[in-house]
């Protein structure tokens, strides 16, 4: 795995590869020419950078000639493929909390586009700004950025959110009907910005999965990887950094050692020298979140686990009693008094 300035998990893209494989494409032709393997899409801990996706995406226009390609990607993303800031996002205890919490960790989900909250007299506008694509795939990437998101708050809402109106910066497009199965409020082409809007008294709408304890864990998580991304101190700090960004369940040394541009051997040197061992760090930050979860979270052991990395509830009870000498629902029943 490669260093990556702007990392992109390779999610999105397989949700896209699924996609396209019912409509009979097979991912080698989507792939082609873009320096990714195809081994590589089943691989959580790959990332791409902003040209293999523009790439992917190029491809998938090109090869599939499917109209709403966009609408129909964007609407098969969920909150849980957006990590832990989609579990702090569906916890949280209203929309106002999840909507600035989409906004606030954005850089941690790979999003190739800009977007700000603002809430003026009765109308609350999610606008977009910037896009990290060429000209060429800007619509396409509008299209699914703003499809996952009415989506995700629908979800989160037990469907009782609606825009009011969205508005696009492009003309509108030939297969607009695609548009109007998507998106059930009215629709502006060829506007000056690109914008989501919807009644400001939503913002209060309680969600489905409120939990707030859940969130105020989560959130406190996202915070410290976004603290560490900008304020890195010892090689510790850094290699610690690394491991929380990464995908849950492909916290190694390799794929360490691959972000931050050095060997494995390199890696290891520095953990000597402040006398840690890889392992034992990544048992550090493995313990700190699972008694976090355990301590202020609802999260059932199923639900903790693939958060730390584990592929069952069962490798993680083992693990837990091997750390503290008690397995996880014992832990939690002393601090809880259950």
Avoid at 98 to 120: C, F, I, N, W
């Amino acid at each position: 795995m490669q260093k990556q300035e702007n990392p992109i998990p390779i999610i999105y893209s397989r949700i896209l590869l699924d996609l396209l494989a019912e409509h009979g494409l097979h991912a080698s032709a989507i792939l082609r020419g873009t320096g990714v393997e195809l081994s590589a899409v089943a691989d959580p801990e790959y990332k791409l950078d902003i040209k293999q996706q523009n790439a992917i995406y190029e491809n998938a226009l090109s090869v599939s000639k499917i109209q709403g390609l966009g609408l129909m990607h964007g609407e098969r993303i969920l909150p849980t493929h957006l990590g832990i800031v989609g579990y702090a996002i569906q916890t949280s205890t209203n929309l106002r909390q999840a909507l600035k919490l989409l906004v606030r960790y954005r850089p941690m989900v790979g999003s190739l586009v800009d977007y700000q909250l603002r809430t003026e007299n009765e109308t609350t506008t999610l606008a977009f700004t910037n896009t990290s694509v060429h000209n060429s795939l800007r619509r396409y990437v509008l299209e699914e950025h703003i499809a996952s998101i009415d989506r995700i708050l629908k979800l989160i809402t037990g469907n009782r959110f609606h825009a009011t109106k969205i508005s696009f910066d492009y003309p509108e497009p030939s297969y607009l009907p695609l548009y109007g199965k998507t998106f059930d409020c009215p629709l502006s082409f060829s506007s000056s910005v690109t914008e989501y809007q919807f009644d400001a008294k939503l913002l209060n709408l309680g969600l489905v999965f409120a939990d707030p304890s859940t969130s105020k864990a989560c959130e406190r998580k996202c915070d410290a990887i976004i603290a560490r991304i900008s304020d890195a101190g010892s090689d510790v700090d850094e290699i610690r950094r690394v491991i929380l960004m990464l995908p849950c369940d492909s916290r190694n040394l390799s794929a360490v050692a691959a972000e931050m541009n050095i060997s494995s051997r390199s890696v290891r040197r520095k953990l000597m020298a402040e006398q840690k061992t890889f392992q034992g760090l990544l048992d550090e930050i493995r313990l700190e979140l699972a008694t976090d979860y355990l301590r202020n979270t609802k999260l059932t052991l199923e639900d903790i686990a693939p958060l730390l990395g584990f592929s069952d509830a069962s490798n993680f009870r083992q693990a837990f009693k091997k750390w503290t000498g008690r397995p996880p629902g014992t832990f939690r029943n002393k601090i809880t008094g259950g």
